[in-house]
């Protein structure tokens, strides 16, 4: 048997089970009757599923980088309508954390990359977000020199210095892990080789940088695509 | 306008009941009421045969017996979906590997998994809009009038809507099916001068290939498969391609770095199966028969070739017994299928004669000839081609030369038919010659075909008419004859007014072409205009 179908099956199983765990979860926190669960205890219970979700993407897609099997599907996507539907997976654990989860860009535009990535992408950065947000997280997108930036802020203490510098060097990223295999370390690792997979013959290709204090006060990761 | 879907009937399919529970309180929590669940693959179809559901939720993963793509296969093929219903195909997996593999049979839309109430919610609202603003165009394209879906798509696309990438990409797909590949061109053309995308680089070298710009389309294909080894269909598009440039080994070698991506691909596996075969690897056409034999099992594109190749080519590898007993199987799963008879019986030809029975071979063959004309006039031209073949393998050449001349003018205007008939002809080392045969026959069936448009043109109708009408009777199965000739008769009783006797005449025509093959981007416009005509006398 192949190792990528015994991952494939366990991941199989363990997100049958997420999914089991997502929507009792859901039940009791909708449930007036209910006695034995906080609320807030449950809807963290959520948001740490719903990470654990993203964590099993991640480690299926690390694979497959590893084997050179993940290779960009690139359409043209409405920046918009694909906001929205990032945001409808992860409006419900931002609300249970007291989190504002908002979107802002121009209704036409658009940008080319492959939407299941960085969907997958997002989820997992709007979770980090989550953990250091205060009140809001913001989600926006625009053209710049050629590339489509996507920004997700938040108003936090920010990222490290040791961060952004780092990151400010070019594929940096990729020495990340090496250097430290924190989980925040490990999800930048990965957003970077993902946005890598975005290339345009004419030899662009995609990044992440870091910064603080955009728009919002806090950290700011930017998902630049060719 | 959200929430449209509350009020439609849904049906939950998973093997696990946990999973079904917990997707019907999603839906009940969205105010869904009429939810229908099916623990299994049969049982969806049971439940989906008695019931048109709006929505069919269908897990993937279904345990043993049929997955989920089955379902949706098995669905679409004996119609349980209405053109408005929607399936949505639920996976664990990372669904992009899908998305490409199930060309032919895609779903509405994938849902992975785990997912909450709030994305389905967000996902139907999306569906039944896009639905709704497509409804002009799905009802064109239920009647084939695939100009008028053209034109209500432009009508779409000239609001420039969020879903714009999608709509130009629906068009090329409906540009390629009409024949319009110029239309198509200029779209891929345009795509790709903003960005690369792999749609639309796949529709440049499809536009190529079918303009029979063979090299062209090669070179894009391989280009496709460099930028991305995943891409299963520029596969297929490469080994069909390198097929009709007579690269018969370089096709399997495609085909089978395909089907190692994407195991799962039925058609795919009888397609190598068949050139394995041809180009004497007998061990691989068994390998990817025995495949192919099995994905098919549970499935509503089961056909008995799958059984017959598997028979043949374990009959090349000197496995006569085991050969015999598939062929046993091919009527226990087929009952009463005069098409299962005559594969049944040419298939013992094969191994009988590999016996050195002769005799045995040939009485086969006489079952062959028996079961072929019980599929009438129509008989698809692949039996035909089977039944050339194994005449060639019993040294029968005059009748395998006359077989092969009547499916040349059956098909004289089909390339992937003819690319298989020459196929056909290597494999069962047959001298004829056939690019020859097949160049000589097509002059001819063009040379009566324009003879007949010429004398339309001239006015003398009956000259044309009668023919058009000697060579639809001399080849039946002839598309486009049939359609001239159905079309000559049109224009005269345009003009000089219709009998019923005509009228069912060029019914006979237009019915032989529906169903040779009802997708014919040339039908909608003869049918039409046929409706428009009453009988005057």
């Known amino acids: ?226 | 306008m959200t929430d449209e879907f509350i009020n439609k009937k849904f049906l939950i399919v998973d093997d696990f009941s946990d999973m079904r529970s917990a997707i019907r309180s999603i839906l009940r929590s969205l105010e869904v009421t009429q939810i229908d669940q099916a623990r299994d693959g049969n049982d969806a179809i049971a439940q989906m045969t008695s019931k048109r559901y709006d929505v069919v939720l269908c897990d993937y993963n279904l345990g043993p017996g049929k997955d989920g793509q089955q379902v949706l296969e098995e669905a679409r093929h004996h119609l349980l979906l209405n053109i408005d219903s929607i399936f949505i195909m639920i996976t664990a997996e990372n669904t992009r590997d899908m998305v490409m593999s199930a060309v032919e049979y895609a779903p509405d839309s994938y849902l992975s998994k785990p997912f909450t109430k709030e994305i389905l919610k967000r996902r139907l609202d999306k569906l039944f809009e896009r639905k709704a603003d497509l409804k002009k165009v799905s009802k064109a394209m239920i009647v084939k009038d695939y100009n008028a879906a053209i034109t209500a798509l432009d009508a779409l696309i000239a609001t420039n809507p969020k879903n714009l990438p999608d709509l130009l990409k629906l068009k090329t797909e409906i540009c390629m099916t009409a024949n319009r590949y110029d239309d198509a061109m200029v779209i891929f053309e345009q795509v790709l001068s903003e960005h690369e995308v792999s749609w639309a680089r796949l529709g440049i070298g499809k536009v190529f290939y079918w303009k029979k710009k063979h090299q062209q389309a090669l070179e894009m294909f391989q280009q496709l498969i460099e930028l991305d080894p995943n891409l299963v269909t520029a596969y297929d598009w490469l080994a069909k391609t390198q097929a009709e440039l007579k690269q018969f080994d370089a096709a399997e070698q495609t085909l089978h770095a395909a089907v190692k991506i994407s195991p799962r691909g039925l058609k795919r596996q009888q397609q190598l199966g068949d050139l394995a075969l041809s180009n004497g690897h007998s061990e691989q056409a068994e390998t990817a028969f025995t495949r192919a034999v099995s994905l098919a099992r549970n499935s509503a594109l089961n056909h008995p070739s799958l059984l017959a190749g598997l028979a043949r080519s374990k009959s090349s590898n000197n496995k006569h017994i085991e050969a015999l007993k598939i062929i046993g199987e091919i009527t226990k799963a087929f009952p009463n299928q005069p098409e299962a008879l005559f594969y049944k019986a040419t298939a013992t030809a094969a191994i009988k004669q590999n016996q050195g029975d002769t005799e045995a071979a040939a009485a086969a063959m006489e079952s062959a000839e028996q079961a072929i004309s019980q599929c009438g006039e129509l008989a698809n031209s692949k039996l035909g081609l089977e039944m050339a073949k194994t005449y060639a393998q019993l040294g029968d050449h005059d009748k395998a030369t006359a077989l092969i001349q009547s499916a040349i003018a059956n098909n004289h205007d089909d390339e992937e038919f003819l690319m298989g008939l020459v196929q056909v002809c290597r494999e069962a080392g047959f001298e004829y010659d056939t690019e020859t045969a097949i160049r000589e026959i097509q002059q001819g069936v063009v040379k009566t075909n324009n003879t007949g448009v010429y004398l339309i043109k001239q006015g003398k109708f009956d000259d044309a008419i009668h023919l058009l009408h000697e060579a639809a009777e001399e080849m039946p199965g002839n598309k486009t004859i049939n359609l001239n000739a159905a079309k000559a008769m049109i224009i005269k009783m345009e003009k000089f007014g219709a009998s019923m006797d005509d009228i069912l005449k060029v019914r006979r025509y237009v019915e032989r072409v529906q169903t040779l093959a009802p997708q014919d981007w040339r039908l909608h416009e003869v049918i039409s205009r046929l409706k428009n005509i009453s009988p005057t006398a």
């Open chain 1, 1 to 226: 048997m192949d190792f990528s179908d015994v991952l494939a099956s366990s991941i199989h199983d363990i997100k049958n089970s997420l999914g089991l765990i997502l929507n009792a979860l859901n039940e009791l926190v909708n449930d007036s009757n209910n006695h034995i669960a906080n609320p807030r205890q449950a809807s963290l219970l959520q948001h740490e599923t719903q990470r654990a979700n993203s964590a099993l993407i991640q480690l299926l897609n690390l694979y497959k980088l590893g084997n050179a099997q993940l290779v960009a599907r690139i359409n043209e996507h409405n920046l918009d309508d694909f906001f929205e539907d990032v945001i409808a997976e992860n409006q419900a654990t931002c609300r249970a954390l007291n989190l504002e989860l908002t979107q802002t860009c121009d209704s036409h535009l658009t940008g080319y990359f492959d939407a299941d990535l960085i969907h997958g992408l997002l989820n997992s950065a709007i979770g980090n977000a989550g953990r250091y947000a205060n009140t809001k997280i913001l989600l926006s997108a625009a053209i710049e020199e050629r590339y489509c930036v996507i920004r997700l802020e938040d108003d936090g203490a920010g990222f490290p210095d040791a961060l952004t510098q780092c990151l400010s060097a070019e594929n940096a990223a990729h020495q990340l892990i090496a250097s430290d295999s924190s989980r925040t370390h490990l999800g930048l690792y990965f957003a970077s080789r993902i946005a890598a997979l975005h290339r345009t013959p004419d030899g662009r290709t995609g990044m992440i940088r870091l910064r603080n204090a955009y728009t919002l006060s806090g950290g700011c990761f930017e998902l630049w695509l060719p």
